[in-house]
């Protein structure tokens, strides 16, 4: 959705401050995980700058959930990629699909996923996790038949809620 820019000579301070991402989200779903967006009606002064700020809320072992699938990219053809990902509370795997394909990520740690490559976010922990998303490129979410190396079989469980039946399903790939 394209938002018109406001009229200059009715903005206000309040349209380039925004102060709802201290709210934890629900992350108690099948999937275990909430991501708030904070949208351009709620936050008018980011409409123009072509940017998403989003509050990543990710249960015990559960994963980042974007819309209905969990494994997605962000576009080639945005020319002017940044996509940060930094953690509030908690240790984060953070995975490309790669031959190096995992990295945790602590409080503080900040982590930027590269343009094309396919991504999740995981909480290894027994305990909730928080992160900040910075955004600014256009999302691709996909599906995928073979990875190599595989992605571990407890976070393909999660992502497509399929249990441990990932591995029959994967016997037959």
């Known amino acids: 959705m ?11 301070v309040e349209d380039f401050s925004f102060s709802g991402l201290h709210k934890a ?15 351009v009606e709620v936050f008018p002064g980011r ?13 015990p072992r559960g994963i980042n959930r974007l819309k209905s699938e969990n494994f997605h990219l962000h576009s080639l053809f ?10 509030l509370e908690g240790t984060l795997l953070l995975g490309f699909v790669t031959s190096n394909p995992e990295n945790q990520v602590n409080e503080g740690d900040v982590f930027v ?22 955004l600014k490129c256009s999302l691709q979410i996909l599906s995928f038949d073979h990875i190599h190396p595989p992605i571990e ?3 393909l469980a999660k992502a497509f809620q399929v249990d441990r039946t990932v591995e029959k399903i994967q016997s037959k790939l």
Do not use: E
């Open 113 to 134: 996923f590269s343009m094309g490559l396919i991504h999740f976010q995981y909480n290894l922990g027994s305990v909730p996790v928080a992160a900040l998303n910075f």
């Open 2 to 12: 394209v938002f018109a820019r406001k009229d200059p000579s009715l903005a206000t």
């Open 47 to 59: 409409n123009i700058l072509g940017t998403s700020i989003t509050r990543v809320d990710i249960g």
């Open 25 to 39: 989200g629900n992350s108690n779903d099948a999937f275990g995980g909430k991501t708030t967006i904070v949208k």
């Open 153 to 155: 079989k407890d976070i």
């Open 78 to 87: 945005s020319y002017q990629l940044i996509h940060l990902f930094l953690p």
